[in-house]
């Protein structure tokens, strides 16, 4: 079964507003959530992460939420721009564990 | 600046055929992977090695093994090409400072078998 997923394949929002990109996950035993952007043809690039003793990290437009009690947590970008149209990906840094598990990703299309 | 090259960015392959993929990253990193993707499915880890020499089975590795010779250099080695290997390769690195395990990706290579 997944250990990370996001059920939304795709999203489409409007230049200067809100986009929320989802995670949900299975295993409490984490340290790291980490969220990647890929564009076409490049190699995903870090964006940002969270620690396991968190709830919030902000950098810029854009911050993650952890909701750990849920097993979930969100990436916000805001104000969106054309630029941030990419596949997103959350990954999870497990404990003990040196690699990442990733998510099915997102493709966000911020429409002008 | 950090950097992990890939030796091709596209490549096209007939079936049977034996493939390397090259990797080298230039951060004196510990730890080197293999991902696949594909449209739906996401990255999914082929192999990955956190030392020289060491290799350690991802989630697909089935008609793939791998080569680390070098501490900067890993490859993939598809021993007989068939056409549902056809994806984009990307390779990674990691260290394990500050806890985080970062990867830093390649910009990958283009698979094609024919």
């Known amino acids: 079964d997944q250990q990370v997923k996001q059920n939304s394949p795709s999203l489409s929002v409007q230049e200067g507003r809100i986009s929320i990109l989802n995670c949900d996950y299975t295993n409490s035993m984490f340290d790291y959530f980490l969220w990647y952007k890929k564009y076409p043809a490049e190699g995903p690039t870090f964006l940002i992460s969270?620690?396991?003793?968190?709830d919030k990290n902000e950098d810029g437009r854009f911050t993650v939420f952890l909701n750990k009690s849920a097993k979930h947590l969100s990436l916000h970008i805001v104000p969106s721009q054309p630029g941030d149209s990419a596949v997103y990906f959350c990954?999870?840094?497990?404990?003990?564990?040196?690699?990442?598990?990733f998510g099915t990703g997102t493709r966000l299309t911020v429409i002008p | 600046d950090v950097k992990v090259t890939q030796s091709s960015r596209y490549l096209v392959k007939r079936t049977g055929e034996k493939v390397f993929l090259e990797c080298v990253q230039d951060m004196d990193h510990e730890n080197m992977f293999w991902y696949r993707q594909d449209p739906g499915l996401g990255l999914r880890l082929i192999y990955f090695?956190?030392?020289?020499?060491?290799?350690e089975k991802g989630d697909i590795p089935e008609g793939y093994s791998v080569s680390r010779e070098k501490k900067e250099r890993f490859s993939l080695i598809l021993e007989s090409a068939s056409t549902n290997q056809t994806s984009m390769y990307l390779c990674a690195s990691s260290t394990p400072e500050g806890g985080r395990y970062e990867q830093y990706f390649g910009p990958g290579t283009r698979l094609t078998v024919t």
């Open positions: 090695s956190y030392d020289v020499k060491m290799k």
């Open positions: 969270i620690s396991s003793i968190k």
């Open positions: 990954a999870e840094k497990g404990t003990g564990a040196n690699n990442l598990f």
